[in-house]
Structures are given as structure tokens and as C-alpha cells.
């Protein structure tokens, strides 16, 4: 006959069940550490994405950024012998495009 140590394997069963509670209790502490950095970047992106600003920036100056558009385009003219010469090469290079693709 077999001799079984109860004594024993109650004493492995309440160790392994504290390493489990021990472990348990180790991941919801790291879930709460990375549940603060997560709340930390979402804010962080929120203020790097907020594009309110930028739309109320460009109402208020519409005006101004039409003129200054416009005094560009003025003192900025460019060549029509060169924008030929850039349409030609865009056409050539479309054309390649669509034979490498056949």
C-alpha cells in the first residue's frame, strides 16, 4: 500500500494557490500602470490632433491668405516654355507607366 501525505499536498495546493493570487494580483497592478499610460498619450495625441485650432485660424484670415496667395502668384510667374517641358515629361512618364503595367 501506498502512503499518501495529505498533509503535504494541502501544503503544495495553498502554495501553488498563493502563486497564482500572487501573480493575479502582479498583472492587474501592471494593467493599471499601462491603463494610466494609455490614458497619458490618448491626451497627448488630443492635443497634437486637435485641428479646431488650425480651422479657426484660417477663418479668421481668409481674406489675408487670398491676398497673399495672389501677390504670389504675381511677383512668382512662371515660364510657359518651362511648363510645357514639365508637361511633356509628366505625359512620358504616364505613358510608361501604363505600358509597365500592360
Do not use: G
Amino acid at each position: 500500500m501506498d502512503f499518501i501525505d495529505y498533509k503535504r499536498l494541502y501544503e503544495l495546493s495553498i502554495i501553488d494557490k498563493e502563486k497564482v493570487f500572487n501573480e493575479k494580483e502582479c498583472l492587474i497592478k501592471e494593467i493599471d500602470i499601462l491603463n494610466n499610460k494609455i490614458t497619458l498619450l490618448t491626451e497627448n495625441l488630443k492635443k497634437y490632433t486637435n485641428n479646431k485650432t488650425k480651422k479657426v485660424y484660417y477663418e479668421k484670415n481668409k481674406e489675408k491668405i487670398i491676398e497673399h496667395i495672389k501677390n504670389y502668384n504675381k511677383e512668382h510667374k512662371k515660364d510657359p516654355e518651362k511648363i510645357k517641358e514639365y508637361n511633356k515629361r509628366a505625359y512620358e512618364k504616364r505613358k510608361l507607366k501604363n505600358i509597365n503595367n500592360l
